[in-house]
């Protein structure tokens, strides 16, 4: 079932759906996310201008893959290491897609973020994406996380949460734009993960529906 938290105002489309995915559906998600690694293995992006690197890994599935380098971030059809496209989105994640985010155009890109433990990820926004009327769809998978959210504003006030594994966070409407992060993850709280850690996975409409004519 849905919950919904007490946040600032402009929070109020965020929506979360504790234990979405079942042990079962859980395993058989992290297998197809593995056989996506293979394809395209998990890399360190670095913060643009200064090259500091994320204390995460990643990697993305579908037509579009997030990257962040020297550079700055974007979006791009290729792995930036071996540049082979991304694996496609598994169609259990499609399937999620169109049950909380009917009536979206379909996504473009799962980031796929592996958290060791010690890594964590600072408040930010999603805003990389052309288009943004399509809700931000996170689930994870392993070890709970500690989850901030706050406004659209940096100083808004935030609130924090436990996300275990299973669980979906959806960012649409007025909370789209919230600033959001991971503030530590609680290692051992999950078995699922053989060797521990923590998989994020989300899904994100990338460009606008080209209209036909």
């Given at each position: 079932m849905a919950s919904s938290l007490k946040l600032h105002p402009?929070?109020?489309?965020?929506?979360?759906?504790?234990?979405?995915?079942?042990?079962q559906a859980q395993e058989s998600l992290v297998g197809e996310i593995r056989q996506a690694i293979a394809q395209a293995p998990l890399f360190q992006?670095?913060?643009?201008?200064?090259?500091?690197?994320?204390?995460?890994?990643?990697?993305?599935?579908?037509?579009?893959?997030?990257?962040?380098?020297?550079?700055g971030y974007r979006?791009?059809?290729?792995h930036p290491d071996s540049g082979r496209t991304w694996p496609?989105?598994?169609?259990?994640?499609?399937?999620?897609?169109?049950?909380?985010?009917?009536?979206?155009?379909?996504?473009?890109?799962?980031?796929?973020?592996?958290?060791a433990p010690g890594a964590r990820m600072g408040l930010h926004q999603d805003r990389d994406e052309e288009d943004l009327s399509a809700p931000v769809v996170s689930v994870s998978l392993?070890?709970?996380?500690?989850?901030?959210?706050?406004?659209?504003?940096?100083?808004?006030?935030?609130?924090?949460?436990?996300?275990a594994s299973g669980d979906v966070v959806v960012l649409g409407g007025n909370a789209r734009l919230a600033f959001h992060g991971i503030d530590r993850v609680l290692a051992g709280t999950s078995t699922l993960l053989a060797n521990g850690g923590r998989l994020n996975l989300t899904l994100r409409r990338v460009t606008p529906v080209r209209q036909e004519g």
């Open positions: 402009s929070g109020n489309g965020l929506r979360f759906l504790p234990g979405y995915f079942d042990r992006p670095v913060m643009p201008r200064t090259g500091k690197a994320f204390s995460v890994r990643m990697s993305n599935c579908g037509p579009l893959g997030w990257v962040s380098d020297i550079d979006y791009q059809p290729h496609p989105i598994p169609q259990r994640l499609l399937d999620l897609w169109e049950d909380v985010a009917a009536g979206a155009p379909e996504p473009e890109a799962c980031l796929i973020n592996f958290y392993g070890d709970t996380a500690v989850f901030r959210v706050g406004g659209t504003n940096r100083k808004d006030p935030t609130t924090s949460m436990k996300l």
